[in-house]
């Protein structure tokens, strides 16, 4: 049986947030629109959580002051890739942020002017251009990383993880938390339409994921030890609070937002954004508390 | 098929009286947690009539090890003759090795912070010598083998014992002489 490992629940729930949101200001900027304040708050709250996420990390290690050697065996280590790719995504984030910073300045010259010149029109057309190439680069890095982080858990002693579940949880809650957050963020600066579809996203993101729980459960069972850890499961009254705040109250609290045209309710995406990163936080809990590997069953 | 050294162990000769595991922690000086070799007792009822059999674990100097694999600093090695050391020195704690050892046998140390492991007494195996727990055994139940073809062709010779992970998940370097079943008389 697994522990509660705090540092890893962090790690992997802020690390995905913070992507979450970077690809989903990606996603909106595609036709190169994305409000400048909106651009602004979402790279540094999603810097904000990848900071502390990767410090988190740091705290799961025996002696995190030789964490650097990590990087060590990128030959066949998902770890040692892991931490690479997260790296790389923080610097990629460092030219976000110093985007934004530009962002600003330029503004602030814009202001000022009482005319603006073709040569500005061309520097902020740049300027865009780069905030997109930006966000591009950090969200496929981002992605990559977290790939690695769910390949980590790909192990033939651990039947409940060796399987497609850890990359396919991992994605999930990136999209979903994401998109949510991004939501929460934007709520005063988003359109009607964007926000909708950041919440037929977080929908789409819910209903996949209770199926693909639905489908990785049943596969448990094959073996002695993942029949082992779904008993587990289906006994621990904190897989029932994660199914009622991670998929069941987002899933009737998003039905009734996109149905009854409710999506510019603060109130309501504040909840279902709170309930979602509980329920998701829960369920990696719960991904560490269930892990039961292949072990010695002679007695001691 | 390069060397591949190994232990052989005979549980019909294993009384389980724990000389290797002592032997190996007076050797090394190991604290009480972790163990690097500990003995197991089969469940009577893994046979068809019940049976007390003892067997003897240390590190397996898999052929497929998957502590070398995931670890992230390459503190394992695997040698020439198939012993997996395990480097302290290079060791960070992150503990991913002891979850993917189905024997689990890289233990972390509390103190130190740090996994440890057997490393086959590779110091005296250099020096031609014998692992303490080979020498401290009292019945001769654990040998140093070089595991082969030839030594699977032997009358025996078993891959696994009833209780034991799958040996295709990481290919162990250890051989059993397994439990030979008596026969039980009834007195009427």
Known sequence: MGDWEWPLIIFTVFGQIAIGIILMLWWLNRNRDLESNLFRQGVYVSGGLLIVALLASLFHLGHPEAAYRALAHLGSSWLSREILLFLLTF?????????????????????????????????????????????????????????????????????????????????????????????????????????????????????????????????????????????????????????????????????????????????????????????EVLGRALFYLSAIGIQITALF | MSKQLGFLHNSEKCVGCRGCEIACKNEYQIDAIPQWRKVFQLHEDDFSLPTRMFFSMACNHCANPECLRVCPVKAYTKRADGIVIHDPNRCIGCRLCTMACPYDRPQINPAKRKVEKCNLCYQRIDKGEAPSCVTACIPGALELVEINDSLDQKTGILKTLPGLPSPNITTPSIRFIGPTQGKQIRRD
């Open chain 1, 91 to 279: 610097l990629a984030w460092i030219y976000l942020f110093w985007q934004s910073r530009q962002q600003k300045s330029s503004r602030v010259h814009g202001s000022v002017a009482t005319t603006i010149t073709t040569a500005q029109t061309a520097v902020g057309e740049q300027l865009i251009e780069n905030r997109s190439l930006g966000l591009g680069i950090t969200s496929v890095l981002g992605l990559l990383g977290i790939v690695s982080s769910a390949m980590i858990y790909v192990m033939p002693r651990v039947p409940a993880w060796n399987n497609v579940g850890p990359v396919l949880f991992f994605l999930l809650t990136t999209v979903l938390l994401g998109a949510l957050c991004t939501l929460v963020l934007g709520r005063k600066l988003l359109q009607t339409a964007q926000k909708k579809r950041l919440l037929q996203a977080s929908l789409g993101c819910t209903i996949l994921s209770l199926l693909v729980y639905v489908i990785y459960a049943s596969m448990l069972s094959i073996s002695i030890e993942g029949s082992a850890s779904l008993n587990f499961l289906l006994s621990s009254p904190l897989f029932w609070v994660r199914a009622l705040l991670g998929w069941f109250a987002p899933l009737f609290l998003l039905v009734s937002m996109l149905k009854n045209s409710q999506v510019n309710k603060t109130n309501l995406i504040l909840t279902v954004t709170l309930l979602a990163a509980l329920g």
